[in-house]
Every structure is written in structure tokens, then in C-alpha cells.
T-cell receptor
């Protein structure tokens, strides 16, 4: 079974600084997707960024970028120029790329605090 | 524009009293998921529908049931809520016709059991 591990239950960063959230996963599959989801307090979970395993290039979305190391099964999220609105729970998630309604496997999350 | 809508946002029920949570979507996605998320934990998938096909997770208690009368709506029924069922319940949708087909989440319903 696939597992996702987020080893940092909590992180904090100063506004305008950069922070990196860690995620590792375990799978025997060669083709899969990886996601970072953001869940602000009392608000819905939204997708921050996604990475297809077959792509070597790291995904970027504005201030958010990932460092995808397939051999090491590592998928970290870097947030640049942190803003107060970035404060949230961040979940790393994995999904097989096989056809069908494959489920997401989530890590336990990292709570990010942004200090003004 | 709201895409995945959950009603109510907050639900209080009594121990053992059946409760139904509602999810609707305007995305016309063919898959709908129900997750349970307890405080400070990751979402845990309970079951999902692929069109009308129901897929239950092996460890989902029998106390939890679901109905999907049409593409837009999906319901979560808890037949006899216990104190341990107090949680946030998240609905999500996905369209298998899209290339990467991410899941879109609703805002959740927070269930309190007294």
C-alpha cells in the first residue's frame, strides 16, 4: 500500500521569507501524481500544486514550487515570499495514475504559521 | 461561483439519532467522494461513487451509508452517530474525463454529537 509521510507537524516562517515543507512517499508504482493541498482554518481544501511523476521538470505555480526527487521518493513544497494568507494546514497527497477513480492518499499534514 | 456545496456547514445531532449530510456540485463530475477528517488529522476516505457505482472502503463502518440519486447530489447518512463520529465531513468531486483530474473539495460539514 502507498503511504505518504510529512515529518513536520508544524512549521513557522516570517512574512516575506521562504519556507520548505517536506513530504516523502512510498510506492512501487512508476506512474503517479503528487499533490499539495492547502486547508485554511474553517475553509475548504484547495489544490496548491501538482506534479506528474513522468515529468522531470519541477512544477511551479507563482510563489509555490516543488522539489520532486523521484528516486528518493521526495516531494517538498517551497513557498517563497510568504504571506499571512499562506497560514494553513498543508497536506501532501499521492494518487496512482491507473485508470479509474483512484483515491488520494494523504499525509498527516503540516500546520504552517506565518509571523508578521 | 460555488462548485462543491455542502449543507449544512455545521450539524449538531444527538447520540444515536440518524443524521444526513448533503453535497451538491455544479461541475458535472462523474466521481463524488466522502471523507471524514478528525481534528488535526488527514482526511480519511469513507467511500465514493463513480457515476452510480458505489465503492466502499474496507474499513468504513456499517454505520455510514451513502446515496447518489443523480449526478449533482450525494448524501452521507450516519445511522446511529456515536461520540467518535464527531468530525469534519468533506465531499469532493472529480472528472475522470480530464487528463490529470484533480479533486475539488467542498467546505465541509462539521458534525457535533451530543
Amino acid at each position: 500500500a502507498q503511504t505518504v509521510t510529512q515529518s513536520q507537524p508544524e512549521m513557522s516562517v516570517q512574512e516575506a521569507e521562504t519556507v520548505t515543507l517536506s513530504c516523502t512517499y512510498d510506492t512501487s508504482e512508476s506512474d503517479y501524481y503528487l499533490f499539495w493541498y492547502k486547508q485554511p482554518p474553517s475553509r475548504q481544501m484547495i489544490l496548491v500544486i501538482r506534479q506528474e511523476a513522468y515529468k522531470q521538470q519541477n512544477a511551479t505555480e507563482n510563489r509555490f514550487s516543488v522539489n520532486f526527487q523521484k528516486a528518493a521518493k521526495s516531494f517538498s513544497l517551497k513557498i517563497s515570499d510568504s504571506q499571512l494568507g499562506d497560514a494553513a494546514m498543508y497536506f501532501c497527497a499521492y494518487r496512482r495514475a491507473q485508470g479509474g477513480s483512484e483515491k488520494l492518499v494523504f499525509g498527516k499534514g503540516t500546520k504552517l504559521t506565518v509571523n508578521p | 461561483d460555488a462548485m462543491v456545496i455542502q449543507n449544512p456547514r455545521y450539524q449538531v445531532t444527538q447520540f444515536g439519532k440518524p443524521v444526513t449530510l448533503s453535497c451538491s456540485q455544479t461541475l458535472n463530475h462523474n466521481v463524488m467522494y466522502w471523507y471524514q477528517q478528525k481534528s488535526s488529522q488527514a482526511p480519511k476516505l469513507l467511500f465514493h461513487y463513480y457515476d452510480k457505482d458505489f465503492n466502499n472502503e474496507a474499513d468504513t463502518p456499517d454505520n455510514f451509508q451513502s446515496r447518489r440519486p443523480n449526478t449533482s447530489f450525494c448524501f452521507l447518512d450516519i445511522r446511529s452517530p456515536g461520540l467518535g463520529d464527531a468530525a469534519m465531513y468533506l465531499c469532493a468531486t472529480r472528472d475522470l474525463g480530464l487528463a490529470v483530474n484533480e479533486q475539488f473539495f467542498g467546505p465541509g460539514t462539521r458534525l457535533t454529537v451530543l
